[in-house]
């Protein structure tokens, strides 16, 4: 079974930016879509980005222009590259494999957290 691991969060400023990773243990094969999610305090865990095996990508209305999902094949990666970070981005970062609709698939790792201050 493949596994993720999440890597990349910290501590930036309103307005930077960071890069999140997203790894697997073994090949995340051409049909396996991969969801970045995440998690804020006292919330309920959203997809942010979305990106199939065709390379299609999908985003949630707060991240739209400032995220970036893209998938490296030979590396077994997907990345979040986030720009123009707000404190609203606060939060838990995971990844995980996903259906059409963004149905996370497999189990939960630590994810990676991304703080922004003001």
């Known amino acids: 079974q493949v596994q993720l691991r999440e890597s990349g969060g910290g501590l930036v400023q309103a307005g930077g930016s960071l890069r999140l990773s997203c790894v697997a243990s073994?090949?995340?094969?051409?049909?396996?879509?991969v969801g970045w999610y995440r998690q804020a305090r006292g919330t309920q865990r959203e997809l942010v980005a979305r990106i199939s095996s065709g390379g299609m990508r999908n985003y949630a209305e707060s991240v739209k222009g400032r995220f970036t999902i893209s998938r490296d094949y030979a590396k077994n990666t997907v990345y979040l590259q986030m720009n123009s970070l707000k404190p609203e981005d606060t939060a838990v970062y995971y990844c995980?494999?996903?259906?059409?609709?963004?149905?996370?698939?497999?189990?939960w790792g630590q994810g990676t957290l991304v703080t922004v201050s003001s």
């Open positions: 073994g090949y995340i094969s051409s049909i396996t879509a």
């Open positions: 995980n494999t996903a259906t059409t609709t963004g149905i996370a698939l497999g189990a």
